[in-house]
């Protein structure tokens, strides 16, 4: 199907692991982000990527990790995941500025 | 930073009554693009509309209308006669220069009782 699509949807992970959340998006767009959504944060940008291969921090880039070695594909790592990224993760992409956001992911570090 | 403040945390009316969500930017550009974005309880974010700063004209689609007043800086959201679907965070974002970032504001929460 078209569109962008995230996995997992829910994760629970312990402190200290590696985690990789997946995003993928059949549009072609060339830009894609990676946001969490906090209670009383809004929606701050962590990573984004303008295209392949080019990526830069957002706002809270901090134990985060990305790659883009394809287009269609911007996964998210959280090298030893911390109790403070318990969050949701939403991916987004645009080929200008309108951005398309997938369904998000669910993830808690207990 | 040039901040989108949503001055709304929540709202509450009742079904088939009139609301406005209101936003107000800053912004030293010339040329820029607002959003609105829809978050309903099921969590996903849903784009409505982009407004270019060139464009002053009020859009209307259906209940929804959107007034961009650029003397004011405020680009803001009216829902028509209310329905307890219309229940979600909405958000307002303007487009900075580079890389096609969004500035977002804090989302306003609307609750519709029917």
């Known amino acids: 199907d078209a569109g962008i699509t995230q996995s997992p949807r829910y994760k629970i992970t312990e402190t200290g692991r590696q985690v990789t959340l997946m995003c993928h998006q059949t549009w072609s767009h060339s830009y894609m982000f990676w946001y969490r959504q906090d209670l009383g944060h809004g929606l701050r940008l962590i990573y984004y990527s303008a295209a392949a291969d080019i990526t830069d921090k957002g706002e809270v880039p901090d134990g985060y990790v990305v790659s883009r070695s394809k287009t269609e594909n911007f996964p998210l790592t959280l090298e030893s995941a911390t109790r403070s990224q318990t969050s949701v993760y939403f991916c987004?992409?645009?080929?200008?500025?309108?951005?398309?956001f997938g369904p998000g992911t669910r993830l808690t570090v207990t | 930073a040039q901040k989108v403040t949503q001055a709304q945390t929540e709202i509450s009316v009742v079904e088939k009554e009139d609301v406005t969500l209101d936003c107000v930017y800053e912004t030293r550009d010339t040329t820029y693009y607002l959003f609105w974005y829809k978050q309903p309880p099921s969590g996903e974010l849903v784009f409505l509309i982009r407004?270019?700063?060139?464009d002053e004209q009020n859009e209307i689609s259906g209940r929804y209308s959107w007034n961009f007043q650029k003397s004011t800086s405020s680009f803001n959201f009216t829902i028509t006669a209310s329905q307890v679907v219309d229940s979600a965070v909405y958000f307002c974002a303007r487009s900075m220069d580079s890389n096609y970032q969004l500035i977002w504001g804090a989302g306003t929460k609307l609750i519709i009782k029917p």
């Open positions: 987004a992409s645009s080929e200008y500025y309108e951005q398309y």
């Open positions: 407004r270019n700063s060139f």
